[in-house]
């Protein structure tokens, strides 16, 4: 039911929230409304949907395209610059912070944002780009930056962000195959070599 499950999840997410106090949220209102537009967008309504998007965007700071799907009792918390694109989709009960991205890699009209499963915590500032996908269950560490789909039930932290946890589990990252941009640097300063040894070889012998 429309604001029974939104006004849940503030409740059960914020526990500074009082009962009263959730009618004071930005964070509702702007969810609020988008279910609103995202009515009278899929139904074709010229003008609206885009222009009250931009209306909650000024009253708010959260911008969400009318275009994008969100599910039962998304709380967006805090919320100042937050932006959803056209073809994101967020899943139920999911949790989102202040200063969080769901932006596109794609100037075609195809779906170009993510996906994000139910149940998922994505935390300040994390930016999730692109069609991919983001299990359900998964915790998305503040500031991180997502390029690629995250499996069920996995925390995930870091630029670009890497699986820390999956399905409670620590998840071993092999630091030592991680790249190394001065050694990549020297390995193409030695093959430039290599390649003018042989030229200068090959002009000797002329």
Same mark, same amino acid.
């Given at each position: 039911?429309?604001?029974?499950?939104?006004?849940?999840?503030?409740?059960?997410?914020?526990?500074?929230?009082?009962?009263?106090?959730?009618?004071?949220?930005?964070?509702?209102?702007?969810?609020?409304?988008?279910?609103?537009?995202?009515?009278?967008?899929?139904?074709?309504?010229?003008?609206?949907?885009?222009?009250?998007?931009?209306?909650?965007?000024?009253?708010?700071?959260?911008?969400?395209?009318?275009?994008?799907? #969100?599910?039962?009792? @998304?709380? #967006?918390?805090?919320?100042?610059?937050?932006?959803?694109?056209?073809?994101?989709?967020?899943?139920?009960?999911?949790? $989102?912070?202040?200063?969080?991205?769901?932006?596109?890699?794609?100037?075609?009209? @195809? /779906?170009?944002?993510?996906?994000?499963?139910?149940?998922?915590?994505?935390?300040?500032?994390?930016? #999730? $780009?692109?069609?991919?996908?983001?299990?359900?269950?998964?915790?998305?560490?503040?500031? &991180?930056?997502?390029?690629?789909?995250?499996?069920?039930?996995?925390?995930?932290?870091?630029? &670009? &962000?890497?699986? #820390?946890?999956?399905?409670?589990?620590? @998840?071993?990252?092999?630091?030592?195959?991680?790249?190394?941009? @001065?050694?990549?640097?020297?390995?193409?300063?030695?093959?430039?070599?290599?390649?003018?040894?042989? /030229?200068?070889?090959?002009?000797?012998?002329?």
């Amino acid at each position: 039911m429309l604001f029974v499950d939104e006004i849940k999840s503030a409740l059960r997410y914020d526990p500074a929230c009082r009962w009263w106090e959730v009618w004071l949220y930005h964070g509702l209102w702007a969810v609020w409304t988008h279910k609103l537009l995202h009515l009278l967008y899929i139904c074709r309504a010229p003008i609206i949907p885009r222009l009250g998007s931009q209306i909650m965007r000024a009253l708010t700071g959260i911008e969400i395209h009318p275009g994008a799907k #969100i599910g039962r009792g @998304v709380f #967006i918390d805090h919320g100042s610059g937050v932006i959803i694109g056209e073809t994101a989709e967020v899943g139920d009960n999911c949790l $989102i912070y202040h200063g969080v991205t769901l932006g596109g890699t794609s100037t075609k009209r @195809v /779906k170009r944002h993510p996906t994000v499963g139910a149940n998922t915590i994505i935390g300040c500032g994390a930016k #999730i $780009i692109g069609n991919i996908h983001i299990g359900h269950n998964c915790k998305i560490g503040a500031n &991180a930056i997502v390029l690629k789909d995250v499996p069920d039930n996995s925390t995930v932290v870091g630029m &670009a &962000a890497r699986v #820390i946890l999956q399905n409670g589990e620590k @998840v071993d990252n092999d630091w030592g195959t991680l790249p190394d941009p @001065v050694e990549d640097t020297i390995v193409h300063l030695i093959h430039r070599i290599v390649t003018l040894e042989e /030229k200068l070889k090959k002009f000797e012998s002329k």
